[in-house]
């Protein structure tokens, strides 16, 4: 379990896979699993997501919508497996896929020579910069990052929870439990008494971004701005900078710096290159600028909570489904 701040209601992240360009033993590639209430949301979608998903406690039946950052294999390809899998299933309930431009061409000429329908309706969407989807309780908007091909981040934000019914307050005031306090809840005055008597201001959402693959940029400094979890790729270490800046990608201490000049509450490091057998390595070198900072392993699951102490801060490893 993991609390950022006391806000909001919960989210829970699941890191499916967390290796870059090539899978190894240890990590799958790209995809982190985003529930908010009842919904699922993944980012990015690499080989092997839809096994990663059967051993976890998600339901891949259960996702509304896969946002893809970049048309590279490793973020890509396990996308067509897992819409014909959901098909396979007995899936009905549409299903959002979005990502840039060349998502729908890409995505059709897979699934032209794959045999047999999916069976329920798929709407591919190619998004433009500061576009944004709506979802039960929270957004989904892109950004624009700067890497080897055209290439989204994306930021969830929690629509703000209702303030907090002080109902001993209530009944002190001699109002009653259920249609009064529902009226309350509604906007009204009862008996004198308002809304703002009882119910406390509004709570703000959490709100997590993801960078995709990138180099650091003001698009994706702009998004990460107070964010309370930010999720940046970290493919090199620091020993490694020219290499990062040649192929667009980001170092631990880039993404540390970001984290930091961006007063986000928490930065998770992913998209670690396999040439790092300890990847300690980069957690240390990202904590030295960024203290909240955490390399995941595939299949950790954090939780983001208003209900458990502001103190209690660590993460546990999730068994495998049914264990």
Do not use: W
């Not at 406690?57 to 893809?68: A, N």
């Not at 098909?87 to 020579?113: F, H, M, N, Q, T």
């Not at 809840?185 to 009862?190: I, P, R």
């Amino acid at each position: 379990m993991i609390n950022i701040t006391e806000r909001g209601t919960m989210l829970e992240i699941l890191f499916l896979g967390t290796g870059a360009s090539i899978p190894s033993r240890e990590r799958a590639m790209p995809c982190v699993a985003v529930r908010c209430g009842t919904e699922i949301i993944l980012f990015d979608c690499g080989e092997g997501t839809q096994r990663q998903m059967m051993i976890s406690p998600l339901s891949f039946m259960k996702v509304k919508g896969i946002f893809i950052t970049h048309m590279h294999g490793d973020h890509f390809l396990g996308l067509p497996g897992l819409l014909q899998t959901m098909g396979l299933s007995g899936r009905k309930d549409r299903l959002l896929v979005c990502g840039p431009e060349g998502l729908s061409a890409g995505l059709d000429a897979i699934l032209s020579v794959c045999e047999g329908d999916i069976g329920y309706e798929l709407e591919v969407r190619e998004l433009s910069h500061g576009e944004r989807m709506e979802f039960d309780g929270f957004t989904v908007s892109a950004f624009r990052t700067d890497h080897t091909a055209p290439s989204f981040g994306y930021k969830l934000s929690e629509k703000d929870a209702k303030g907090r019914f002080n109902k001993k307050k209530a009944m002190e005031l001699g109002l009653s439990p259920g249609p009064d306090y529902s009226k309350l809840h509604a906007g009204e005055t009862v008996r004198g008494v308002t809304p703002e008597m009882v119910i406390g201001p509004s709570r703000p959402g959490y709100s997590v971004v993801y960078s995709g693959d990138t180099v650091p940029c003001a698009e994706l400094s702009d998004a990460a701005a107070g964010a309370d979890i930010l999720i940046h790729e970290s493919t090199f270490s620091e020993k490694e900078s020219k290499l990062a800046s040649d192929h667009k990608h980001s170092t631990s201490v880039q993404a540390a710096e970001t984290a930091e000049r961006c007063g986000c509450g928490m930065l998770f490091l992913i998209h670690i290159s396999n040439r790092y057998d300890d990847k300690g390595i980069i957690e240390e070198e990202a904590k030295a600028v960024f203290g909240n900072s955490v390399v995941p392993g595939d299949m950790d699951m954090y939780t983001v909570s208003d209900r458990t102490p502001k103190e209690g801060r660590g993460f546990r490893r999730l068994p495998p489904k049914g264990s």
